[in-house]
Every structure is written in C-alpha cells, then in structure tokens.
C-alpha cells in the first residue's frame, strides 16, 4: 500500500490533478479516453491474452519469447486501462458551448492574445489530459491558462514565465458553439 500523497504507479508519465481539484475534461476528451479504454478492453487486451496462452503452450517459458513480451505488453495495458479507468471515473466533464458567460475565460475557451512583442498566440484551454501545444490546447492548470482565466477582452494579465513576468493582452474569446 502507498503512504497518502504519493503519485500512482499508473500515473508516472502523466499530469497530476491538483489536490482537491475535479478532473475538468471536454466532452471530446472524455470521449476519446473512453474509446481508448474500450479499444484497450475489448480489441488489444484480448489478443494480447491470446498470443500470452498459445505462447505459454509452447513449452518453457524462461526463452519464449513470444511470452515474455506479451506479459510485458499485458502488464502495460492492464496499467493504461486503470489509469483511464480513474480518470474517468473522477472526470467532470464541461461543455464549453453551454458556458453563458462568454465574455469572460473560463474552462473550454479558445482565446487570442498579444504578447509585449506584437506577436498574437491562439490557445484553447482543455482538461490536463487532453493538453497538446502543437495543436493550441493548454491546460486549465498551465501558467498561461491561470493567467488568462476570468479575463475579459482587452485586459491585460500577467503571465509568470521562467523569464520573468510578462504582460499579455486578451484579444479575443470565443467559445464552440451549442450542438443543436
């Protein structure tokens, strides 16, 4: 058993969730972690499970290697399937298209702003999970997402970088619009 506090085996790699925060997700990212979770349980695990019990047929299995990776890769799965299990399971999903207050950031907004440098940036701010710079989807808990939340459109806000403080301005905010 783990002392209270320490981070999960299954959760290495991934982002921590804030003590005594929700696991805040989008309705599409909490769909592509259950498609991966049932991708997981009903097409990979099991062919896994298949190759582990022809291999474990064939004798000793100290030098099989057919079984030695797929325990491996079953073991790897098993742990991908609980970490996504947990997730979910304590995910609070927020449908951005239904926020009303669309003047102010908050949780699923996309929002452009200009750095002192002139130069503009895109991001959408999206659960922890769900984060990815190449695509402009910044997590809620990222410097830049805690900066920005609850601004309005031409507010300035700092935003702490390892450089030091920058002033940003907010250009614009937009949110999806709601599925009819």
Do not use: C
Not at 119 to 131: C, H, K, M, N, P
Not at 168 to 177: F, G, Q, S
């Amino acid at each position: 058993m783990r002392p209270a506090g320490t981070q999960d085996e299954d959760e290495d790699d991934a982002p921590r969730i804030p003590a005594g925060t929700r696991n805040y997700m989008t309705p599409e990212g909490f769909r592509r972690m259950q498609e991966e979770l049932r991708s997981l349980l009903r097409v990979e695990r099991p062919k896994v499970v298949e190759v582990v019990a022809w291999a474990a047929g064939n004798g000793d299995r100290s030098e099989n290697g057919d079984y030695i990776y797929g325990k491996k890769r079953l073991r790897e799965i098993d742990r991908r399937i609980r970490f996504l299990s947990k997730r979910l399971e304590n995910a609070e999903v927020v449908d951005a298209s239904r926020q009303p207050r669309r003047d102010q950031v908050f949780f699923g907004a996309t929002v452009t702003y200009a750095r002192e440098d002139g130069t503009e940036r895109t991001v959408t701010i999206v659960g922890i999970d769900e984060a990815d710079m190449d695509q402009g989807k910044v997590s809620w808990i990222s410097p830049i997402a805690r900066a920005l939340l609850k601004a309005r459109e031409g507010d300035l806000v700092t935003l702490r970088t390892p450089q030091g403080p920058e002033e940003i301005e907010v250009v614009a905010i937009a949110y999806p619009d709601a599925a009819s």
